[in-house]
T-cell receptor, first 112, second 113 residues
């Protein structure tokens, strides 16, 4: 079993829909949770960063961490075709030996 | 600032050939790393460095060597290319390893025939 599980998709939704992307993990020591966005043939870029539990909002994006369920989510409101990309979750703790643990990524397609 | 740069963008090798993938950053980051990305596998860490002169192995280090003689540069060497090393390679840098933003380069697409 992988330490971080992420549905690879693709997930296809119409423009304007609310999108929910999720990752589950097995290591209860994880404290740092990140979502990276990767456009086709580009490097990943950080989208959201959350420490410990709770929600964080940035414009149309909300990151949510539920440590009791070992489950993190990224919500995208009013989705746009420009949101079409692969979304990767990553997580770590201070004992991770400098290594982020990555999900496999979910490919998201927003249809105009 | 150029950020993280990688060369070449594309490369085709024959089995057994060697080559070096170049990575440079101009953000004065101590931490640098190399990943490979394969379909359905996500990002897998090959090697990383926490500062000049210090390197360590990641999840999939076999067949690759690294060195870090300066803060700016972190080249990845393929010693004897194999078809299993066909992948997209990303270099990343950050102020720290696992708990801070990682800035990625544009990637190198490598095909080994």
């Amino acid at each position: 079993q992988k330490e971080v599980e992420q549905d690879p998709g693709p997930l296809s939704v119409p423009e304007g829909a609310i999108v929910s992307l999720n990752c589950t993990y097995s290591n209860s020591a994880f404290q740092y949770f990140m979502w990276y966005r990767q456009y086709s043939r580009k490097g990943p870029e950080l989208l959201m960063y959350t420490y410990s539990s709770g929600n964080k909002e940035d414009g149309r994006f909300t990151a949510q961490v539920d440590k009791s369920s070992k489950y993190i989510s990224l919500f995208i409101r009013d989705s746009q075709p420009s949101d079409s990309a692969t979304y990767l979750c990553a997580m770590s703790n201070t004992d991770s030996n400098y290594q982020l643990i990555w999900g496999a990524g979910t490919k998201l397609i927003i249809k105009p | 600032n150029a950020g993280v740069t990688q060369t070449p963008k594309f490369q085709v090798l024959k089995t057994g050939q060697s080559m070096t993938l170049q990575c440079a950053q101009d953000m004065n980051h101590e931490y640098m790393s190399w990943y490979r990305q394969d379909p359905g596998m996500g990002l897998r860490l090959i090697h990383y460095s926490v500062g000049a002169g210090i390197t360590d192995q990641g999840e999939v280090p076999n067949g690759y060597n690294v060195s870090r003689s300066t803060t700016e540069d972190f080249p990845l060497r393929l010693l004897s290319a194999a078809p299993s090393q066909t992948s997209v390679y990303f270099c990343a840098s950050g102020t720290s390893g696992a708990t801070d933003t990682q800035y990625f380069g544009p990637g190198t697409r490598l095909t080994v025939l």
